[in-house]
């Protein structure tokens, strides 16, 4: 089955700081990339993806890169604000006619004003 | 926060006990989903289904049942066989399309402590 390695467990950034966390999956016929953000006691929710077919997605002040060859991709915000906190998750899917995503372990960023 | 619920949203139950946490969608979603999520663990998935009155294991199945009688209801037992049943449970849909509408829709969770 699909392995999904994300990095780093716990970020901590000054507001206004980049944050970037990365995503390194195993199956090359993934071709689907969420990320999803868990605030604080709340459900998970998707806050941008992508397909395999682009290598970057703009929405705001986040993004995600995609390299197929390496099999990471990563999710990118740009000047962070405290109500970024929160427990971000990526996910790779087995495809092929079906969607069974496997998720990263979740990354905990802090945003301190 | 329409579209999918899970009841009740705490639950407690001594050790032994069989317990049933409820997932309903009306987002006519054909796949439907139960993870269960520990601190640093991520969202670790138990069960799937991908039409009704079928179902898959997930990684981590053991001491856990399904059913998938309506395309809107996909409830998870959590039977005393499951050896460390206290936890955040998550329920998710998602519609499957040839596009690949592969966003998945969370339930507020339930969480469940066994003593």
């Known amino acids: 089955g699909e392995n999904v390695e994300q990095h780093p467990s716990t970020l901590s950034v000054q507001e206004g700081d980049s944050a970037v966390i990365k995503c390194t999956y195993s199956?090359?016929?993934?071709?689907?990339f969420p990320w999803y953000k868990q605030e604080l006691g709340k459900r998970p929710q998707l806050i941008i993806d992508i397909r395999s077919n682009v290598g970057e997605k703009k929405d705001q002040r986040i993004a995600v890169t995609l390299n197929k060859t390496a099999k990471h991709f990563s999710l990118h915000i740009t000047e962070t604000q405290p109500e970024d906190s929160a427990v971000y998750f990526c996910a790779a899917p087995l495809t092929g006619g079906s969607y069974i995503p496997t998720f990263g372990r979740g990354t905990s960023l802090i945003v301190h004003p | 926060d329409g579209g999918i619920t899970q009841s009740p949203k705490y639950l407690f139950r001594k050790e032994g006990q069989n317990v049933t946490l409820s997932c309903e969608q009306n987002l006519n979603h054909d796949a439907m989903y139960w993870y269960r999520q520990d601190p640093g663990q991520g969202l670790r998935l138990i069960y799937y289904?991908?039409?009704?009155?079928?179902?898959q294991k997930g990684d981590i199945a053991e001491g856990y049942s399904v059913s998938r009688e309506k395309k809107e209801s996909f409830p998870l037992t959590v039977t005393s066989a499951q050896k460390n049943p206290t936890a955040f449970y998550l329920c998710?849909?998602?519609?499957?399309?040839?596009?690949?509408?592969?966003?998945?829709?969370f339930g507020p969770g339930t969480r469940l402590t066994v003593t």
């Open positions: 199956d090359s016929a993934s071709n689907y």
């Open positions: 998710a849909s998602s519609a499957l399309g040839l596009a690949g509408a592969y966003e998945q829709y």
């Open positions: 289904s991908q039409i009704v009155n079928d179902f």
